[in-house]
């Protein structure tokens, strides 16, 4: 079975960076043709794309959040992380990460499986 895990800092500090890991188990992140995303969901929206890593290792990224978003893999440890720069209250969010055969959709089910979810609040 499939399962992703979020980790990282419930808090951050505004103008800090932001660091999320998603490890995953029951898939290799390696595996044809499977794309990695993050996607977010303030309160009281809906969720967001954020940007996803491809099964080679390529990147991509939503236009609004291209400038401080990185996302980078380990495969040894079959994780990907993103690190979101410069953070605002705004950023305030639950974070996910999530499987597709595609990227860049916010609809839930354009992807298989997600993890639970992690909640992110920035603030001072």
């Known amino acids: 079975q ?9 808090l951050v500090k505004p103008s800090q960076t932001l660091s999320l890991t998603c490890t995953v188990s029951g898939s290799s992140i ?8 993050w996607i ?12 996803a890593i491809g099964y ?6 939503s236009p ?15 994780q ?5 720069r410069s953070v605002t ?4 969010a639950v974070y996910y990460c999530a499987r597709g055969l595609r990227y860049g ?9 997600w993890g639970q979810g992690t909640q992110v609040t920035v603030s001072s």
């Open 56 to 61: 080679r290792g390529s990147t991509v990224y």
């Open 2 to 10: 499939v399962q992703l895990q979020e980790s990282g800092p419930g």
């Open 80 to 84: 990907f992380t993103l690190q979101l």
């Open 105 to 113: 959709s916010s609809l839930k089910d354009e992807y298989d499986y």
């Open 64 to 78: 609004s959040l291209k400038s401080r978003s990185s996302i980078f893999s380990d495969t040894s440890k079959n």
């Open 40 to 51: 977010r969901q303030p309160p009281g929206k809906g969720l967001e794309w954020m940007g």
């Open 89 to 92: 209250p705004e950023d305030t």
């Open 30 to 37: 390696t595996t044809n043709y499977y794309y990695w995303s």
